[in-house]
């Protein structure tokens, strides 16, 4: 069974920085790609960067390129999500998933985490 399981969220203020983890337990990781993924209150569930587990291909959504970046410790099978510069628009809670393809629909993911709360106060 696979299991995802977010950390690091929290309460920061405009311009801080957060790291988010996500420990993933999978059979087989050569294949998978990791997403993250957040969901402000009251709006849908968005896209926000994922990276494939084998080669570390990454892809981002526009408004947090050059702030988030997203990595994977494979021999700790961990992904994490370096937020930087962070605004009150991102106030959302973070959710990891795992999918077979790197993609930026939440359809292309199988497995998600319990997600974790971040709040960036202005």
């Known amino acids: 069974q696979v299991q995802l399981v977010e950390s690091g969220g929290g309460l920061v203020q405009a311009g801080g920085s957060l790291r988010l983890s996500c420990a993933a337990s999978?059979?087989?990781?050569?294949?998978?790609?990791m997403g993250w993924f957040r969901q402000a209150p009251g709006k849908e569930r968005k896209f926000v960067a994922a990276?494939?587990?084998?080669?570390?291909?990454?892809i981002y959504e526009n408004s947090v390129k050059g702030r988030f970046t997203v990595s994977r410790d494979k021999a700790k099978n961990m992904v994490y999500l370096q937020m930087n510069s962070l605004k009150p628009e991102d106030t959302a809670v973070y959710y990891c998933?795992?999918?077979?393809?790197?993609?930026?629909?939440?359809?292309?993911?199988?497995?998600w985490g319990q997600g974790t709360q971040v709040t960036v106060s202005s």
């Open positions: 998933a795992t999918g077979p393809v790197l993609a930026n629909s939440m359809g292309s993911y199988d497995y």
């Open positions: 990276i494939s587990w084998s080669a570390g291909n990454t």
């Open positions: 999978l059979r087989t990781f050569s294949t998978y790609a």
